[in-house]
C-alpha cells in the first residue's frame, strides 16, 4: 500500500513537471507568433473542414509519395490507438495489476500489441529511407533521427512492460497477447517478485521516455504534430496563390512589404513552426533541382530559426526547456560572403549542391539577433530572385505551408523600399511602365500582330462592340514574333468556330501579373485599375486568354480590385468547349508523337489539367504521351515569377533540365498551352540542337492543323521584331 501511494505520488510529480514544461515551451512559441502582424483567422477558418479531414485524418499530401505515405499512416494511426494502451498501462501501474474496464479486453490487447509491431516495422522503414534508400532530400544526424529512437524504445518499453506483467501476475500465454507472451516465455523462470521490479522498471521508463518526447517535441520539427492541424485549418479559403493587397494609401504604414520577421503575418509564423524538414517542397522545386542557392524548406526553416531568437531576445522568454540544460546566446546567419552552390552533375536534375549549399552556410555565430538584417543576413537577394513562383513546393507540403508570398513580401520590400532587384528585370519593369509591355516597343504598334488573318479581319471592341468574348491577346501574344502565331492561330479558330469575339487593339495594357510578382505592387493596382475601367467602358462579360498568367491575375487577383461578374476563361478551356459542341470539325489527321507540358499557374494555381489534354486527344493522329514529371508535380519551364526577363547566372538552366524531362519520353512535338511555356521549350530544343526534329507548339497550333489542314495562318500586316529574352 505503502509502494502504491510513493508511485502514485512520483507518477503526478514527475507528469505535472512534464506537461509544465511541454506548457512553457509551447506558450513561449506562441509569444514570438504573437510578434507578427495579426490575422484575421475567423476569416481563415471559412470553409476548411472537408481540406482539413481530408489532408490530417486522410494524409492526402503524405500520399504524394506513396511508400512515405503509407508509413506516416502507420504511425499516425498507430499513435492515436496506442494512447489508449498508454494509459492501459498507467492505470496497470498506479492499481498494481488492475486495467482500463473494457468490455472484450483481450481484443483490444490484441490490437495494441498488432499496432506495436507494426509501428516498429514503419520505424525501421523510415530509418532505411533515410539511410539506406539515402534520399537527399532528408536530412542526415542524430538530431533528425532522434525520434526514430523515442518511438523504438516507446514500443520496446510498452512489450517488455506487458510481458514482465504476465509472468508476475502468472498469466498463461495466449494468442490475444502473442508479442508479450512470447517475452514472458522467454523469462518464465525468475519470481512473482522479479518480474514486479522488472514491470515498474519498464513502466517508468515508458513513462519517462514519453513525458521526455512530449517535452522534445514544440523544442523540435516535430513541433508539427501540433502547429499542422492548426496550419491546414487556417489555411487560405480563397483562390491558391492569391497574394495579399497593399494598402499603399495607407499614411501610418511605414514600410510596405517584409523587411524584418515581425513584418510577417501571424499565420505565416505558423507555417515555419508547421515544417516538419521533409524536404518535398526543395526536392521539386525547379530552382533547387538545377544548383540555385534558393530551399524552400531552407526558406521556412531559417525564417524559423531566426523568429526563434529574435522572440527571445524581444520577450525575454527562452525557446528551450528546461532552462539550465541550454546555452543562451548568438543567433543563425548567413556568411558575409559565400560561393554558389557547385553544379558537377551530369544527371537531369539534382538538389544535392544547394542542399551542401544551404548546410554550410546557415551557422550558428555569437551575434545579437535582433541587429540582424532579414534580407541578407538570413535570406540572401539571390534566393529571393531565384524563385520562379510555380507553387511546387507547396503543392508539395503535407502541413500546408505556403512559401511563394512569403517570397513576394521579401520581393515587395526590395523594390518599393530599397529599390534594389537585378538590372534585367528592372529594365522589363520600366518598359511596362512606360509602353505597357517588357520590351518597351511602341504601345501603338500592339494590334499590329493581327493585320489580315488569313483575309479575316480581325475585329476590336469598336469593330464590334456587340462581342460575347473578349480575347484579351497580353504582351506576349501581341509583340513576341514566336508568339503571335498562337494569337493568329487562336483568332482564325474562333472564326471557323463563328464565336463572336473581338480585342481591344492598341487599347489593351499589360495585365500587371509579371510587376506584381516581382514585387512592384505599385505598378501593378495602376495597370489592374486602368484594365478594370477599360473593361467596363466595353462592358466586358467574358474573356479568354491565352496566357495563363493572365488568366490567373484577372480570374483570381483582379476581383478585390472590382471586377466583378466577369467570366475568365483560358483559351484551352474554350477550345474544349468547341469541340465538344461541335463548332470546330477536326477533319485532317495530325501523325505526331506530342507530350504536353503543364503550365504552373494553368494547372497549380487553377487546376485546369483535362481540357488542353481533351483539345490534344480529339485530334485524329496525335499520340499523347506524359513525361514522368506531369499534372500537379509537373516541373516549371523556369519562366515564372518574371524570371522570363532575368537570366540564370548559377547550376543549369532550368528550362534545359525540363526540355531534356520531355526528352525522355521521345516526342516529335512539345506542346503547351503558354506562351512563356512554349518559348522555354523551344529555347530548351535550340540548346539540345534538336529543334529540327522536335519542335514545341501551343495547342492552339496544332488544333490549327487538324482544322486546316498544314496551312498554318500567315499574317499579312506588319511584322514586329522583338526578343524574349
Known amino acids: ?18 506537461i509544465h514544461l511541454f506548457y512553457k515551451a509551447v506558450y513561449h512559441r506562441i509569444l514570438y507568433v504573437k510578434l507578427g502582424r495579426p490575422t484575421d483567422f475567423r476569416k481563415q477558418r471559412e470553409g476548411k473542414w472537408g481540406e482539413f479531414l481530408s489532408q490530417v485524418f486522410g494524409q492526402k499530401k503524405l500520399f504524394k509519395d506513396l511508400r512515405s505515405g503509407v508509413m506516416h499512416f502507420v504511425i499516425f494511426y498507430g499513435f492515436i490507438i496506442l494512447q489508449f494502451g498508454a494509459l492501459d498501462l498507467i492505470i496497470k501501474g498506479l492499481t498494481n495489476g488492475g486495467h482500463l474496464p473494457l468490455p472484450a479486453y483481450e481484443v483490444f490487447g490484441l490490437l495494441q500489441e498488432i499496432t506495436v509491431f507494426i509501428i516498429l516495422v514503419a520505424i525501421t522503414y523510415a530509418a532505411y529511407r533515410r539511410y539506406g534508400e539515402k534520399l537527399a532530400r532528408l536530412k542526415k544526424g542524430w ?16 512489450v517488455l512492460s506487458l510481458g514482465f506483467e504476465r509472468v508476475w501476475l502468472g498469466q498463461e500465454a495466449s494468442g490475444y497477447a502473442p508479442i508479450s507472451s512470447l517475452i514472458a516465455a522467454i523469462f518464465g523462470g525468475i519470481s512473482a517478485s522479479y518480474a514486479q521490479v522488472l514491470f515498474y522498471v519498464f513502466w517508468w521508463a515508458h513513462l519517462l521516455i514519453l513525458l521526455s518526447f512530449l517535452v522534445y517535441v514544440p523544442q523540435s520539427k516535430h513541433f508539427h504534430l501540433i502547429t499542422a492541424p492548426v496550419n491546414i485549418f487556417l489555411g487560405r479559403s480563397e483562390p491558391v496563390g492569391k497574394l495579399s493587397k497593399l494598402d499603399l494609401e495607407d499614411e501610418e504604414a511605414e514600410s510596405f512589404g517584409v523587411g524584418k520577421i515581425e513584418d510577417f503575418t501571424q499565420k505565416q509564423m505558423i507555417d515555419f513552426y508547421a515544417c516538419v524538414e521533409c524536404g518535398r517542397c526543395t526536392n521539386v522545386c525547379p530552382a533547387s533541382n538545377t544548383g540555385k542557392v534558393l530551399s524552400p524548406m531552407h526558406l521556412i526553416v531559417k525564417l524559423r530559426d531566426h523568429l526563434t531568437e529574435k ?6 522568454k527562452s525557446p528551450y526547456v528546461p532552462e539550465f540544460a541550454f546555452a543562451a546566446g548568438g543567433a543563425h546567419t548567413l556568411p558575409s560572403s559565400s560561393s554558389e552552390p557547385v ?12 542542399l551542401a549549399w544551404q548546410k554550410s552556410t546557415w551557422t550558428h555565430q555569437e551575434k545579437n539577433p535582433q541587429e540582424l538584417n532579414l534580407i541578407g543576413d538570413v535570406m540572401t537577394e539571390e534566393e529571393i530572385w531565384s524563385c520562379t513562383t510555380c507553387r511546387n513546393c507547396e503543392d508539395q507540403c503535407p502541413v500546408g505551408n505556403e512559401h511563394v508570398d512569403k517570397i513576394i513580401d521579401l520581393r515587395r520590400h526590395l523594390v518599393l523600399m530599397e529599390g534594389s532587384m537585378p538590372a534585367e528585370g528592372q529594365r ?25 488573318v488569313e483575309g479575316i479581319k480581325v475585329p476590336t471592341v469598336k469593330d464590334n462592340p456587340g462581342f460575347e468574348y473578349l480575347f484579351f491577346v497580353g504582351s506576349m501574344g501581341s509583340y513576341d514574333l514566336r508568339s503571335r502565331k498562337i494569337s493568329r492561330a487562336f483568332a482564325r ?74 467570366e475568365v476563361l483560358h483559351h484551352s478551356q474554350l477550345l474544349d468547349q468547341l469541340i465538344r459542341e461541335g463548332k470546330l470539325a477536326l477533319k485532317h489527321e495530325v501523325k505526331e508523337r506530342i507530350t504536353y507540358h503543364d503550365s504552373c499557374y494553368l494547372g497549380r494555381y487553377n487546376n485546369v ?9 480529339a485530334i485524329p493522329g496525335v499520340e499523347l504521351v506524359e513525361m514522368k514529371r506531369t499534372r500537379e508535380n509537373a516541373m516549371c519551364c523556369g519562366a515564372g ?34 506562351p512563356y511555356c512554349l518559348t522555354m521549350m523551344e529555347d530548351g530544343t535550340k540548346m539540345k540542337e534538336i529543334e529540327d526534329r522536335v519542335k514545341a507548339k501551343d495547342i492552339a497550333e496544332i488544333l490549327e492543323l487538324s482544322v486546316f489542314s498544314d496551312h498554318p495562318a500567315h499574317n499579312k500586316g506588319l511584322e514586329m521584331e522583338a526578343s524574349t529574352k
Open 1 to 18: 500500500m505503502v509502494w502504491q501511494i510513493v508511485n502514485l505520488l512520483l507518477f503526478l510529480a514527475v507528469a505535472g513537471y512534464g
Open 143 to 158: 538530431k533528425p533521427s532522434l525520434v526514430i529512437f523515442f518511438i523504438f524504445f516507446l514500443m520496446l518499453s510498452v
Open 311 to 316: 522572440g527571445t531576445v524581444v520577450t525575454g
Open 343 to 354: 553544379w558537377n552533375t551530369d544527371g537531369i536534375t539534382d538538389i544535392r549542391p544547394t
Open 428 to 452: 522589363a519593369l520600366q518598359n511596362i511602365e512606360r509602353q505597357s509591355n517588357p520590351w518597351g516597343l511602341n504601345r501603338n504598334d500592339r494590334a499590329n500582330w493581327s493585320g489580315e
Open 493 to 566: 479558330l474562333l472564326n471557323e468556330a463563328d464565336v463572336n469575339y473581338a480585342i481591344l487593339g492598341n487599347e489593351e495594357k499589360n495585365s500587371g501579373d509579371t510587376p506584381r510578382r516581382m514585387g512592384n505592387e505599385m505598378l501593378f493596382q495602376q495597370l489592374c485599375m486602368e484594365n478594370i475601367e477599360i473593361f467596363e467602358k466595353y462592358g466586358v462579360q467574358k474573356i479568354v486568354t491565352a496566357c495563363p498568367h493572365t488568366f490567373n491575375t484577372f480570374k483570381n487577383e483582379y476581383p478585390e480590385f472590382g471586377l466583378e461578374g466577369v
Open 609 to 617: 489539367y483535362d481540357q488542353p489534354r481533351n483539345v490534344l486527344k
Open 641 to 674: 515569377g518574371g524570371m522570363m526577363w532575368m537570366e540564370e547566372t548559377s547550376g543549369k538552366r532550368v528550362n534545359l533540365a525540363r526540355t531534356e524531362q520531355a526528352l525522355e519520353v521521345n516526342p516529335s512535338i512539345i506542346s503547351s498551352a503558354c
